[in-house]
């Protein structure tokens, strides 16, 4: 069974860093996109970006390039979402998932983490 | 970028009844469509790729349909589950993209 495991919700001050991470289970994980997708407070989604495990590419969303980074290691078959200075407009639920076989879409999805961005 | 506008956002219905959703690009994307539910506290679920094919155990009362700028995802007998807000996203280009959301109340 495909699972991916995200770590648990952050309370964070602006300024902080932080990474988050995904893990996934059920499946070989070199060979399969991972993406983020960010859920802000009562809203839609967006893809925040996408990584390749087996040899870390990695695809931004403009809205995104810069502001976080994307990182996996597959060793422990685990993908993280990271920041170097949050801003209280990071505040958001982030997901991980699974991309499709050969499509740009997600099929498996992690639970979510919350991360919360505030003085 | 894509842009996806889905219509409505909101509706109200009634367990049984025939509901559609719409999602309309910017641009001709051509069947590089696919449809999410999302249960309020949950994650997105996979309903239908490539526009109009089931994912694997969604209920046949799901369908899609569309090409290129007009795309409709239809419940053709309204489930209490089935109450949950619906994503439409496009992947033929990056960056991908969602629609709005459509949330569906009971009325």
């Known amino acids: 069974e495909v699972q991916l495991v995200q770590s648990g919700a952050e309370v964070k001050k602006p300024g902080e860093s932080l990474k988050i991470s995904c893990k996934g289970s059920g499946y070989t994980f070199t060979t399969y996109w991972i993406g983020w997708v960010r859920q802000m407070p009562g809203k839609g989604l967006e893809w925040v970006g996408t990584i390749y495990p087996g040899d870390s590419d990695t695809r931004y969303s403009p809205s995104f390039q810069g502001q976080v980074t994307i990182s996996a290691d597959k060793s422990i078959s685990t993908a993280y979402l990271q920041w170097s200075s949050l801003k209280a407009s990071d505040t958001a639920l982030y997901y991980c998932?699974?991309?499709?076989?050969?499509?740009?879409?997600?099929?498996?999805w992690g639970q979510g983490t919350l991360v919360t961005v505030s003085s | 970028d894509i842009q996806l506008t889905q219509s409505p956002s909101f509706l109200s219905a009634s367990v049984g009844d025939r509901v559609t959703i719409t999602c309309r690009a910017s641009q001709g994307i051509r069947n590089y469509l696919a449809w999410y539910q999302q249960n309020p506290g949950k994650a997105p679920k996979l309903l239908i790729y490539a526009a109009s094919t089931l994912q694997s155990g969604v209920p046949s009362r799901f369908s899609g349909s569309g090409s290129g700028t007009e795309f409709t995802l239809t419940i053709s007998s309204l489930q209490p589950e089935d109450f949950a807000t619906y994503f439409c996203?496009?992947?033929?280009?990056?960056?991908?993209?969602f629609g709005g959301g459509t949330k569906v109340e009971i009325k």
């Open positions: 998932a699974r991309r499709g076989t050969t499509m740009e879409l997600f099929e498996y």
């Open positions: 996203q496009q992947f033929t280009s990056i960056p991908l993209t």
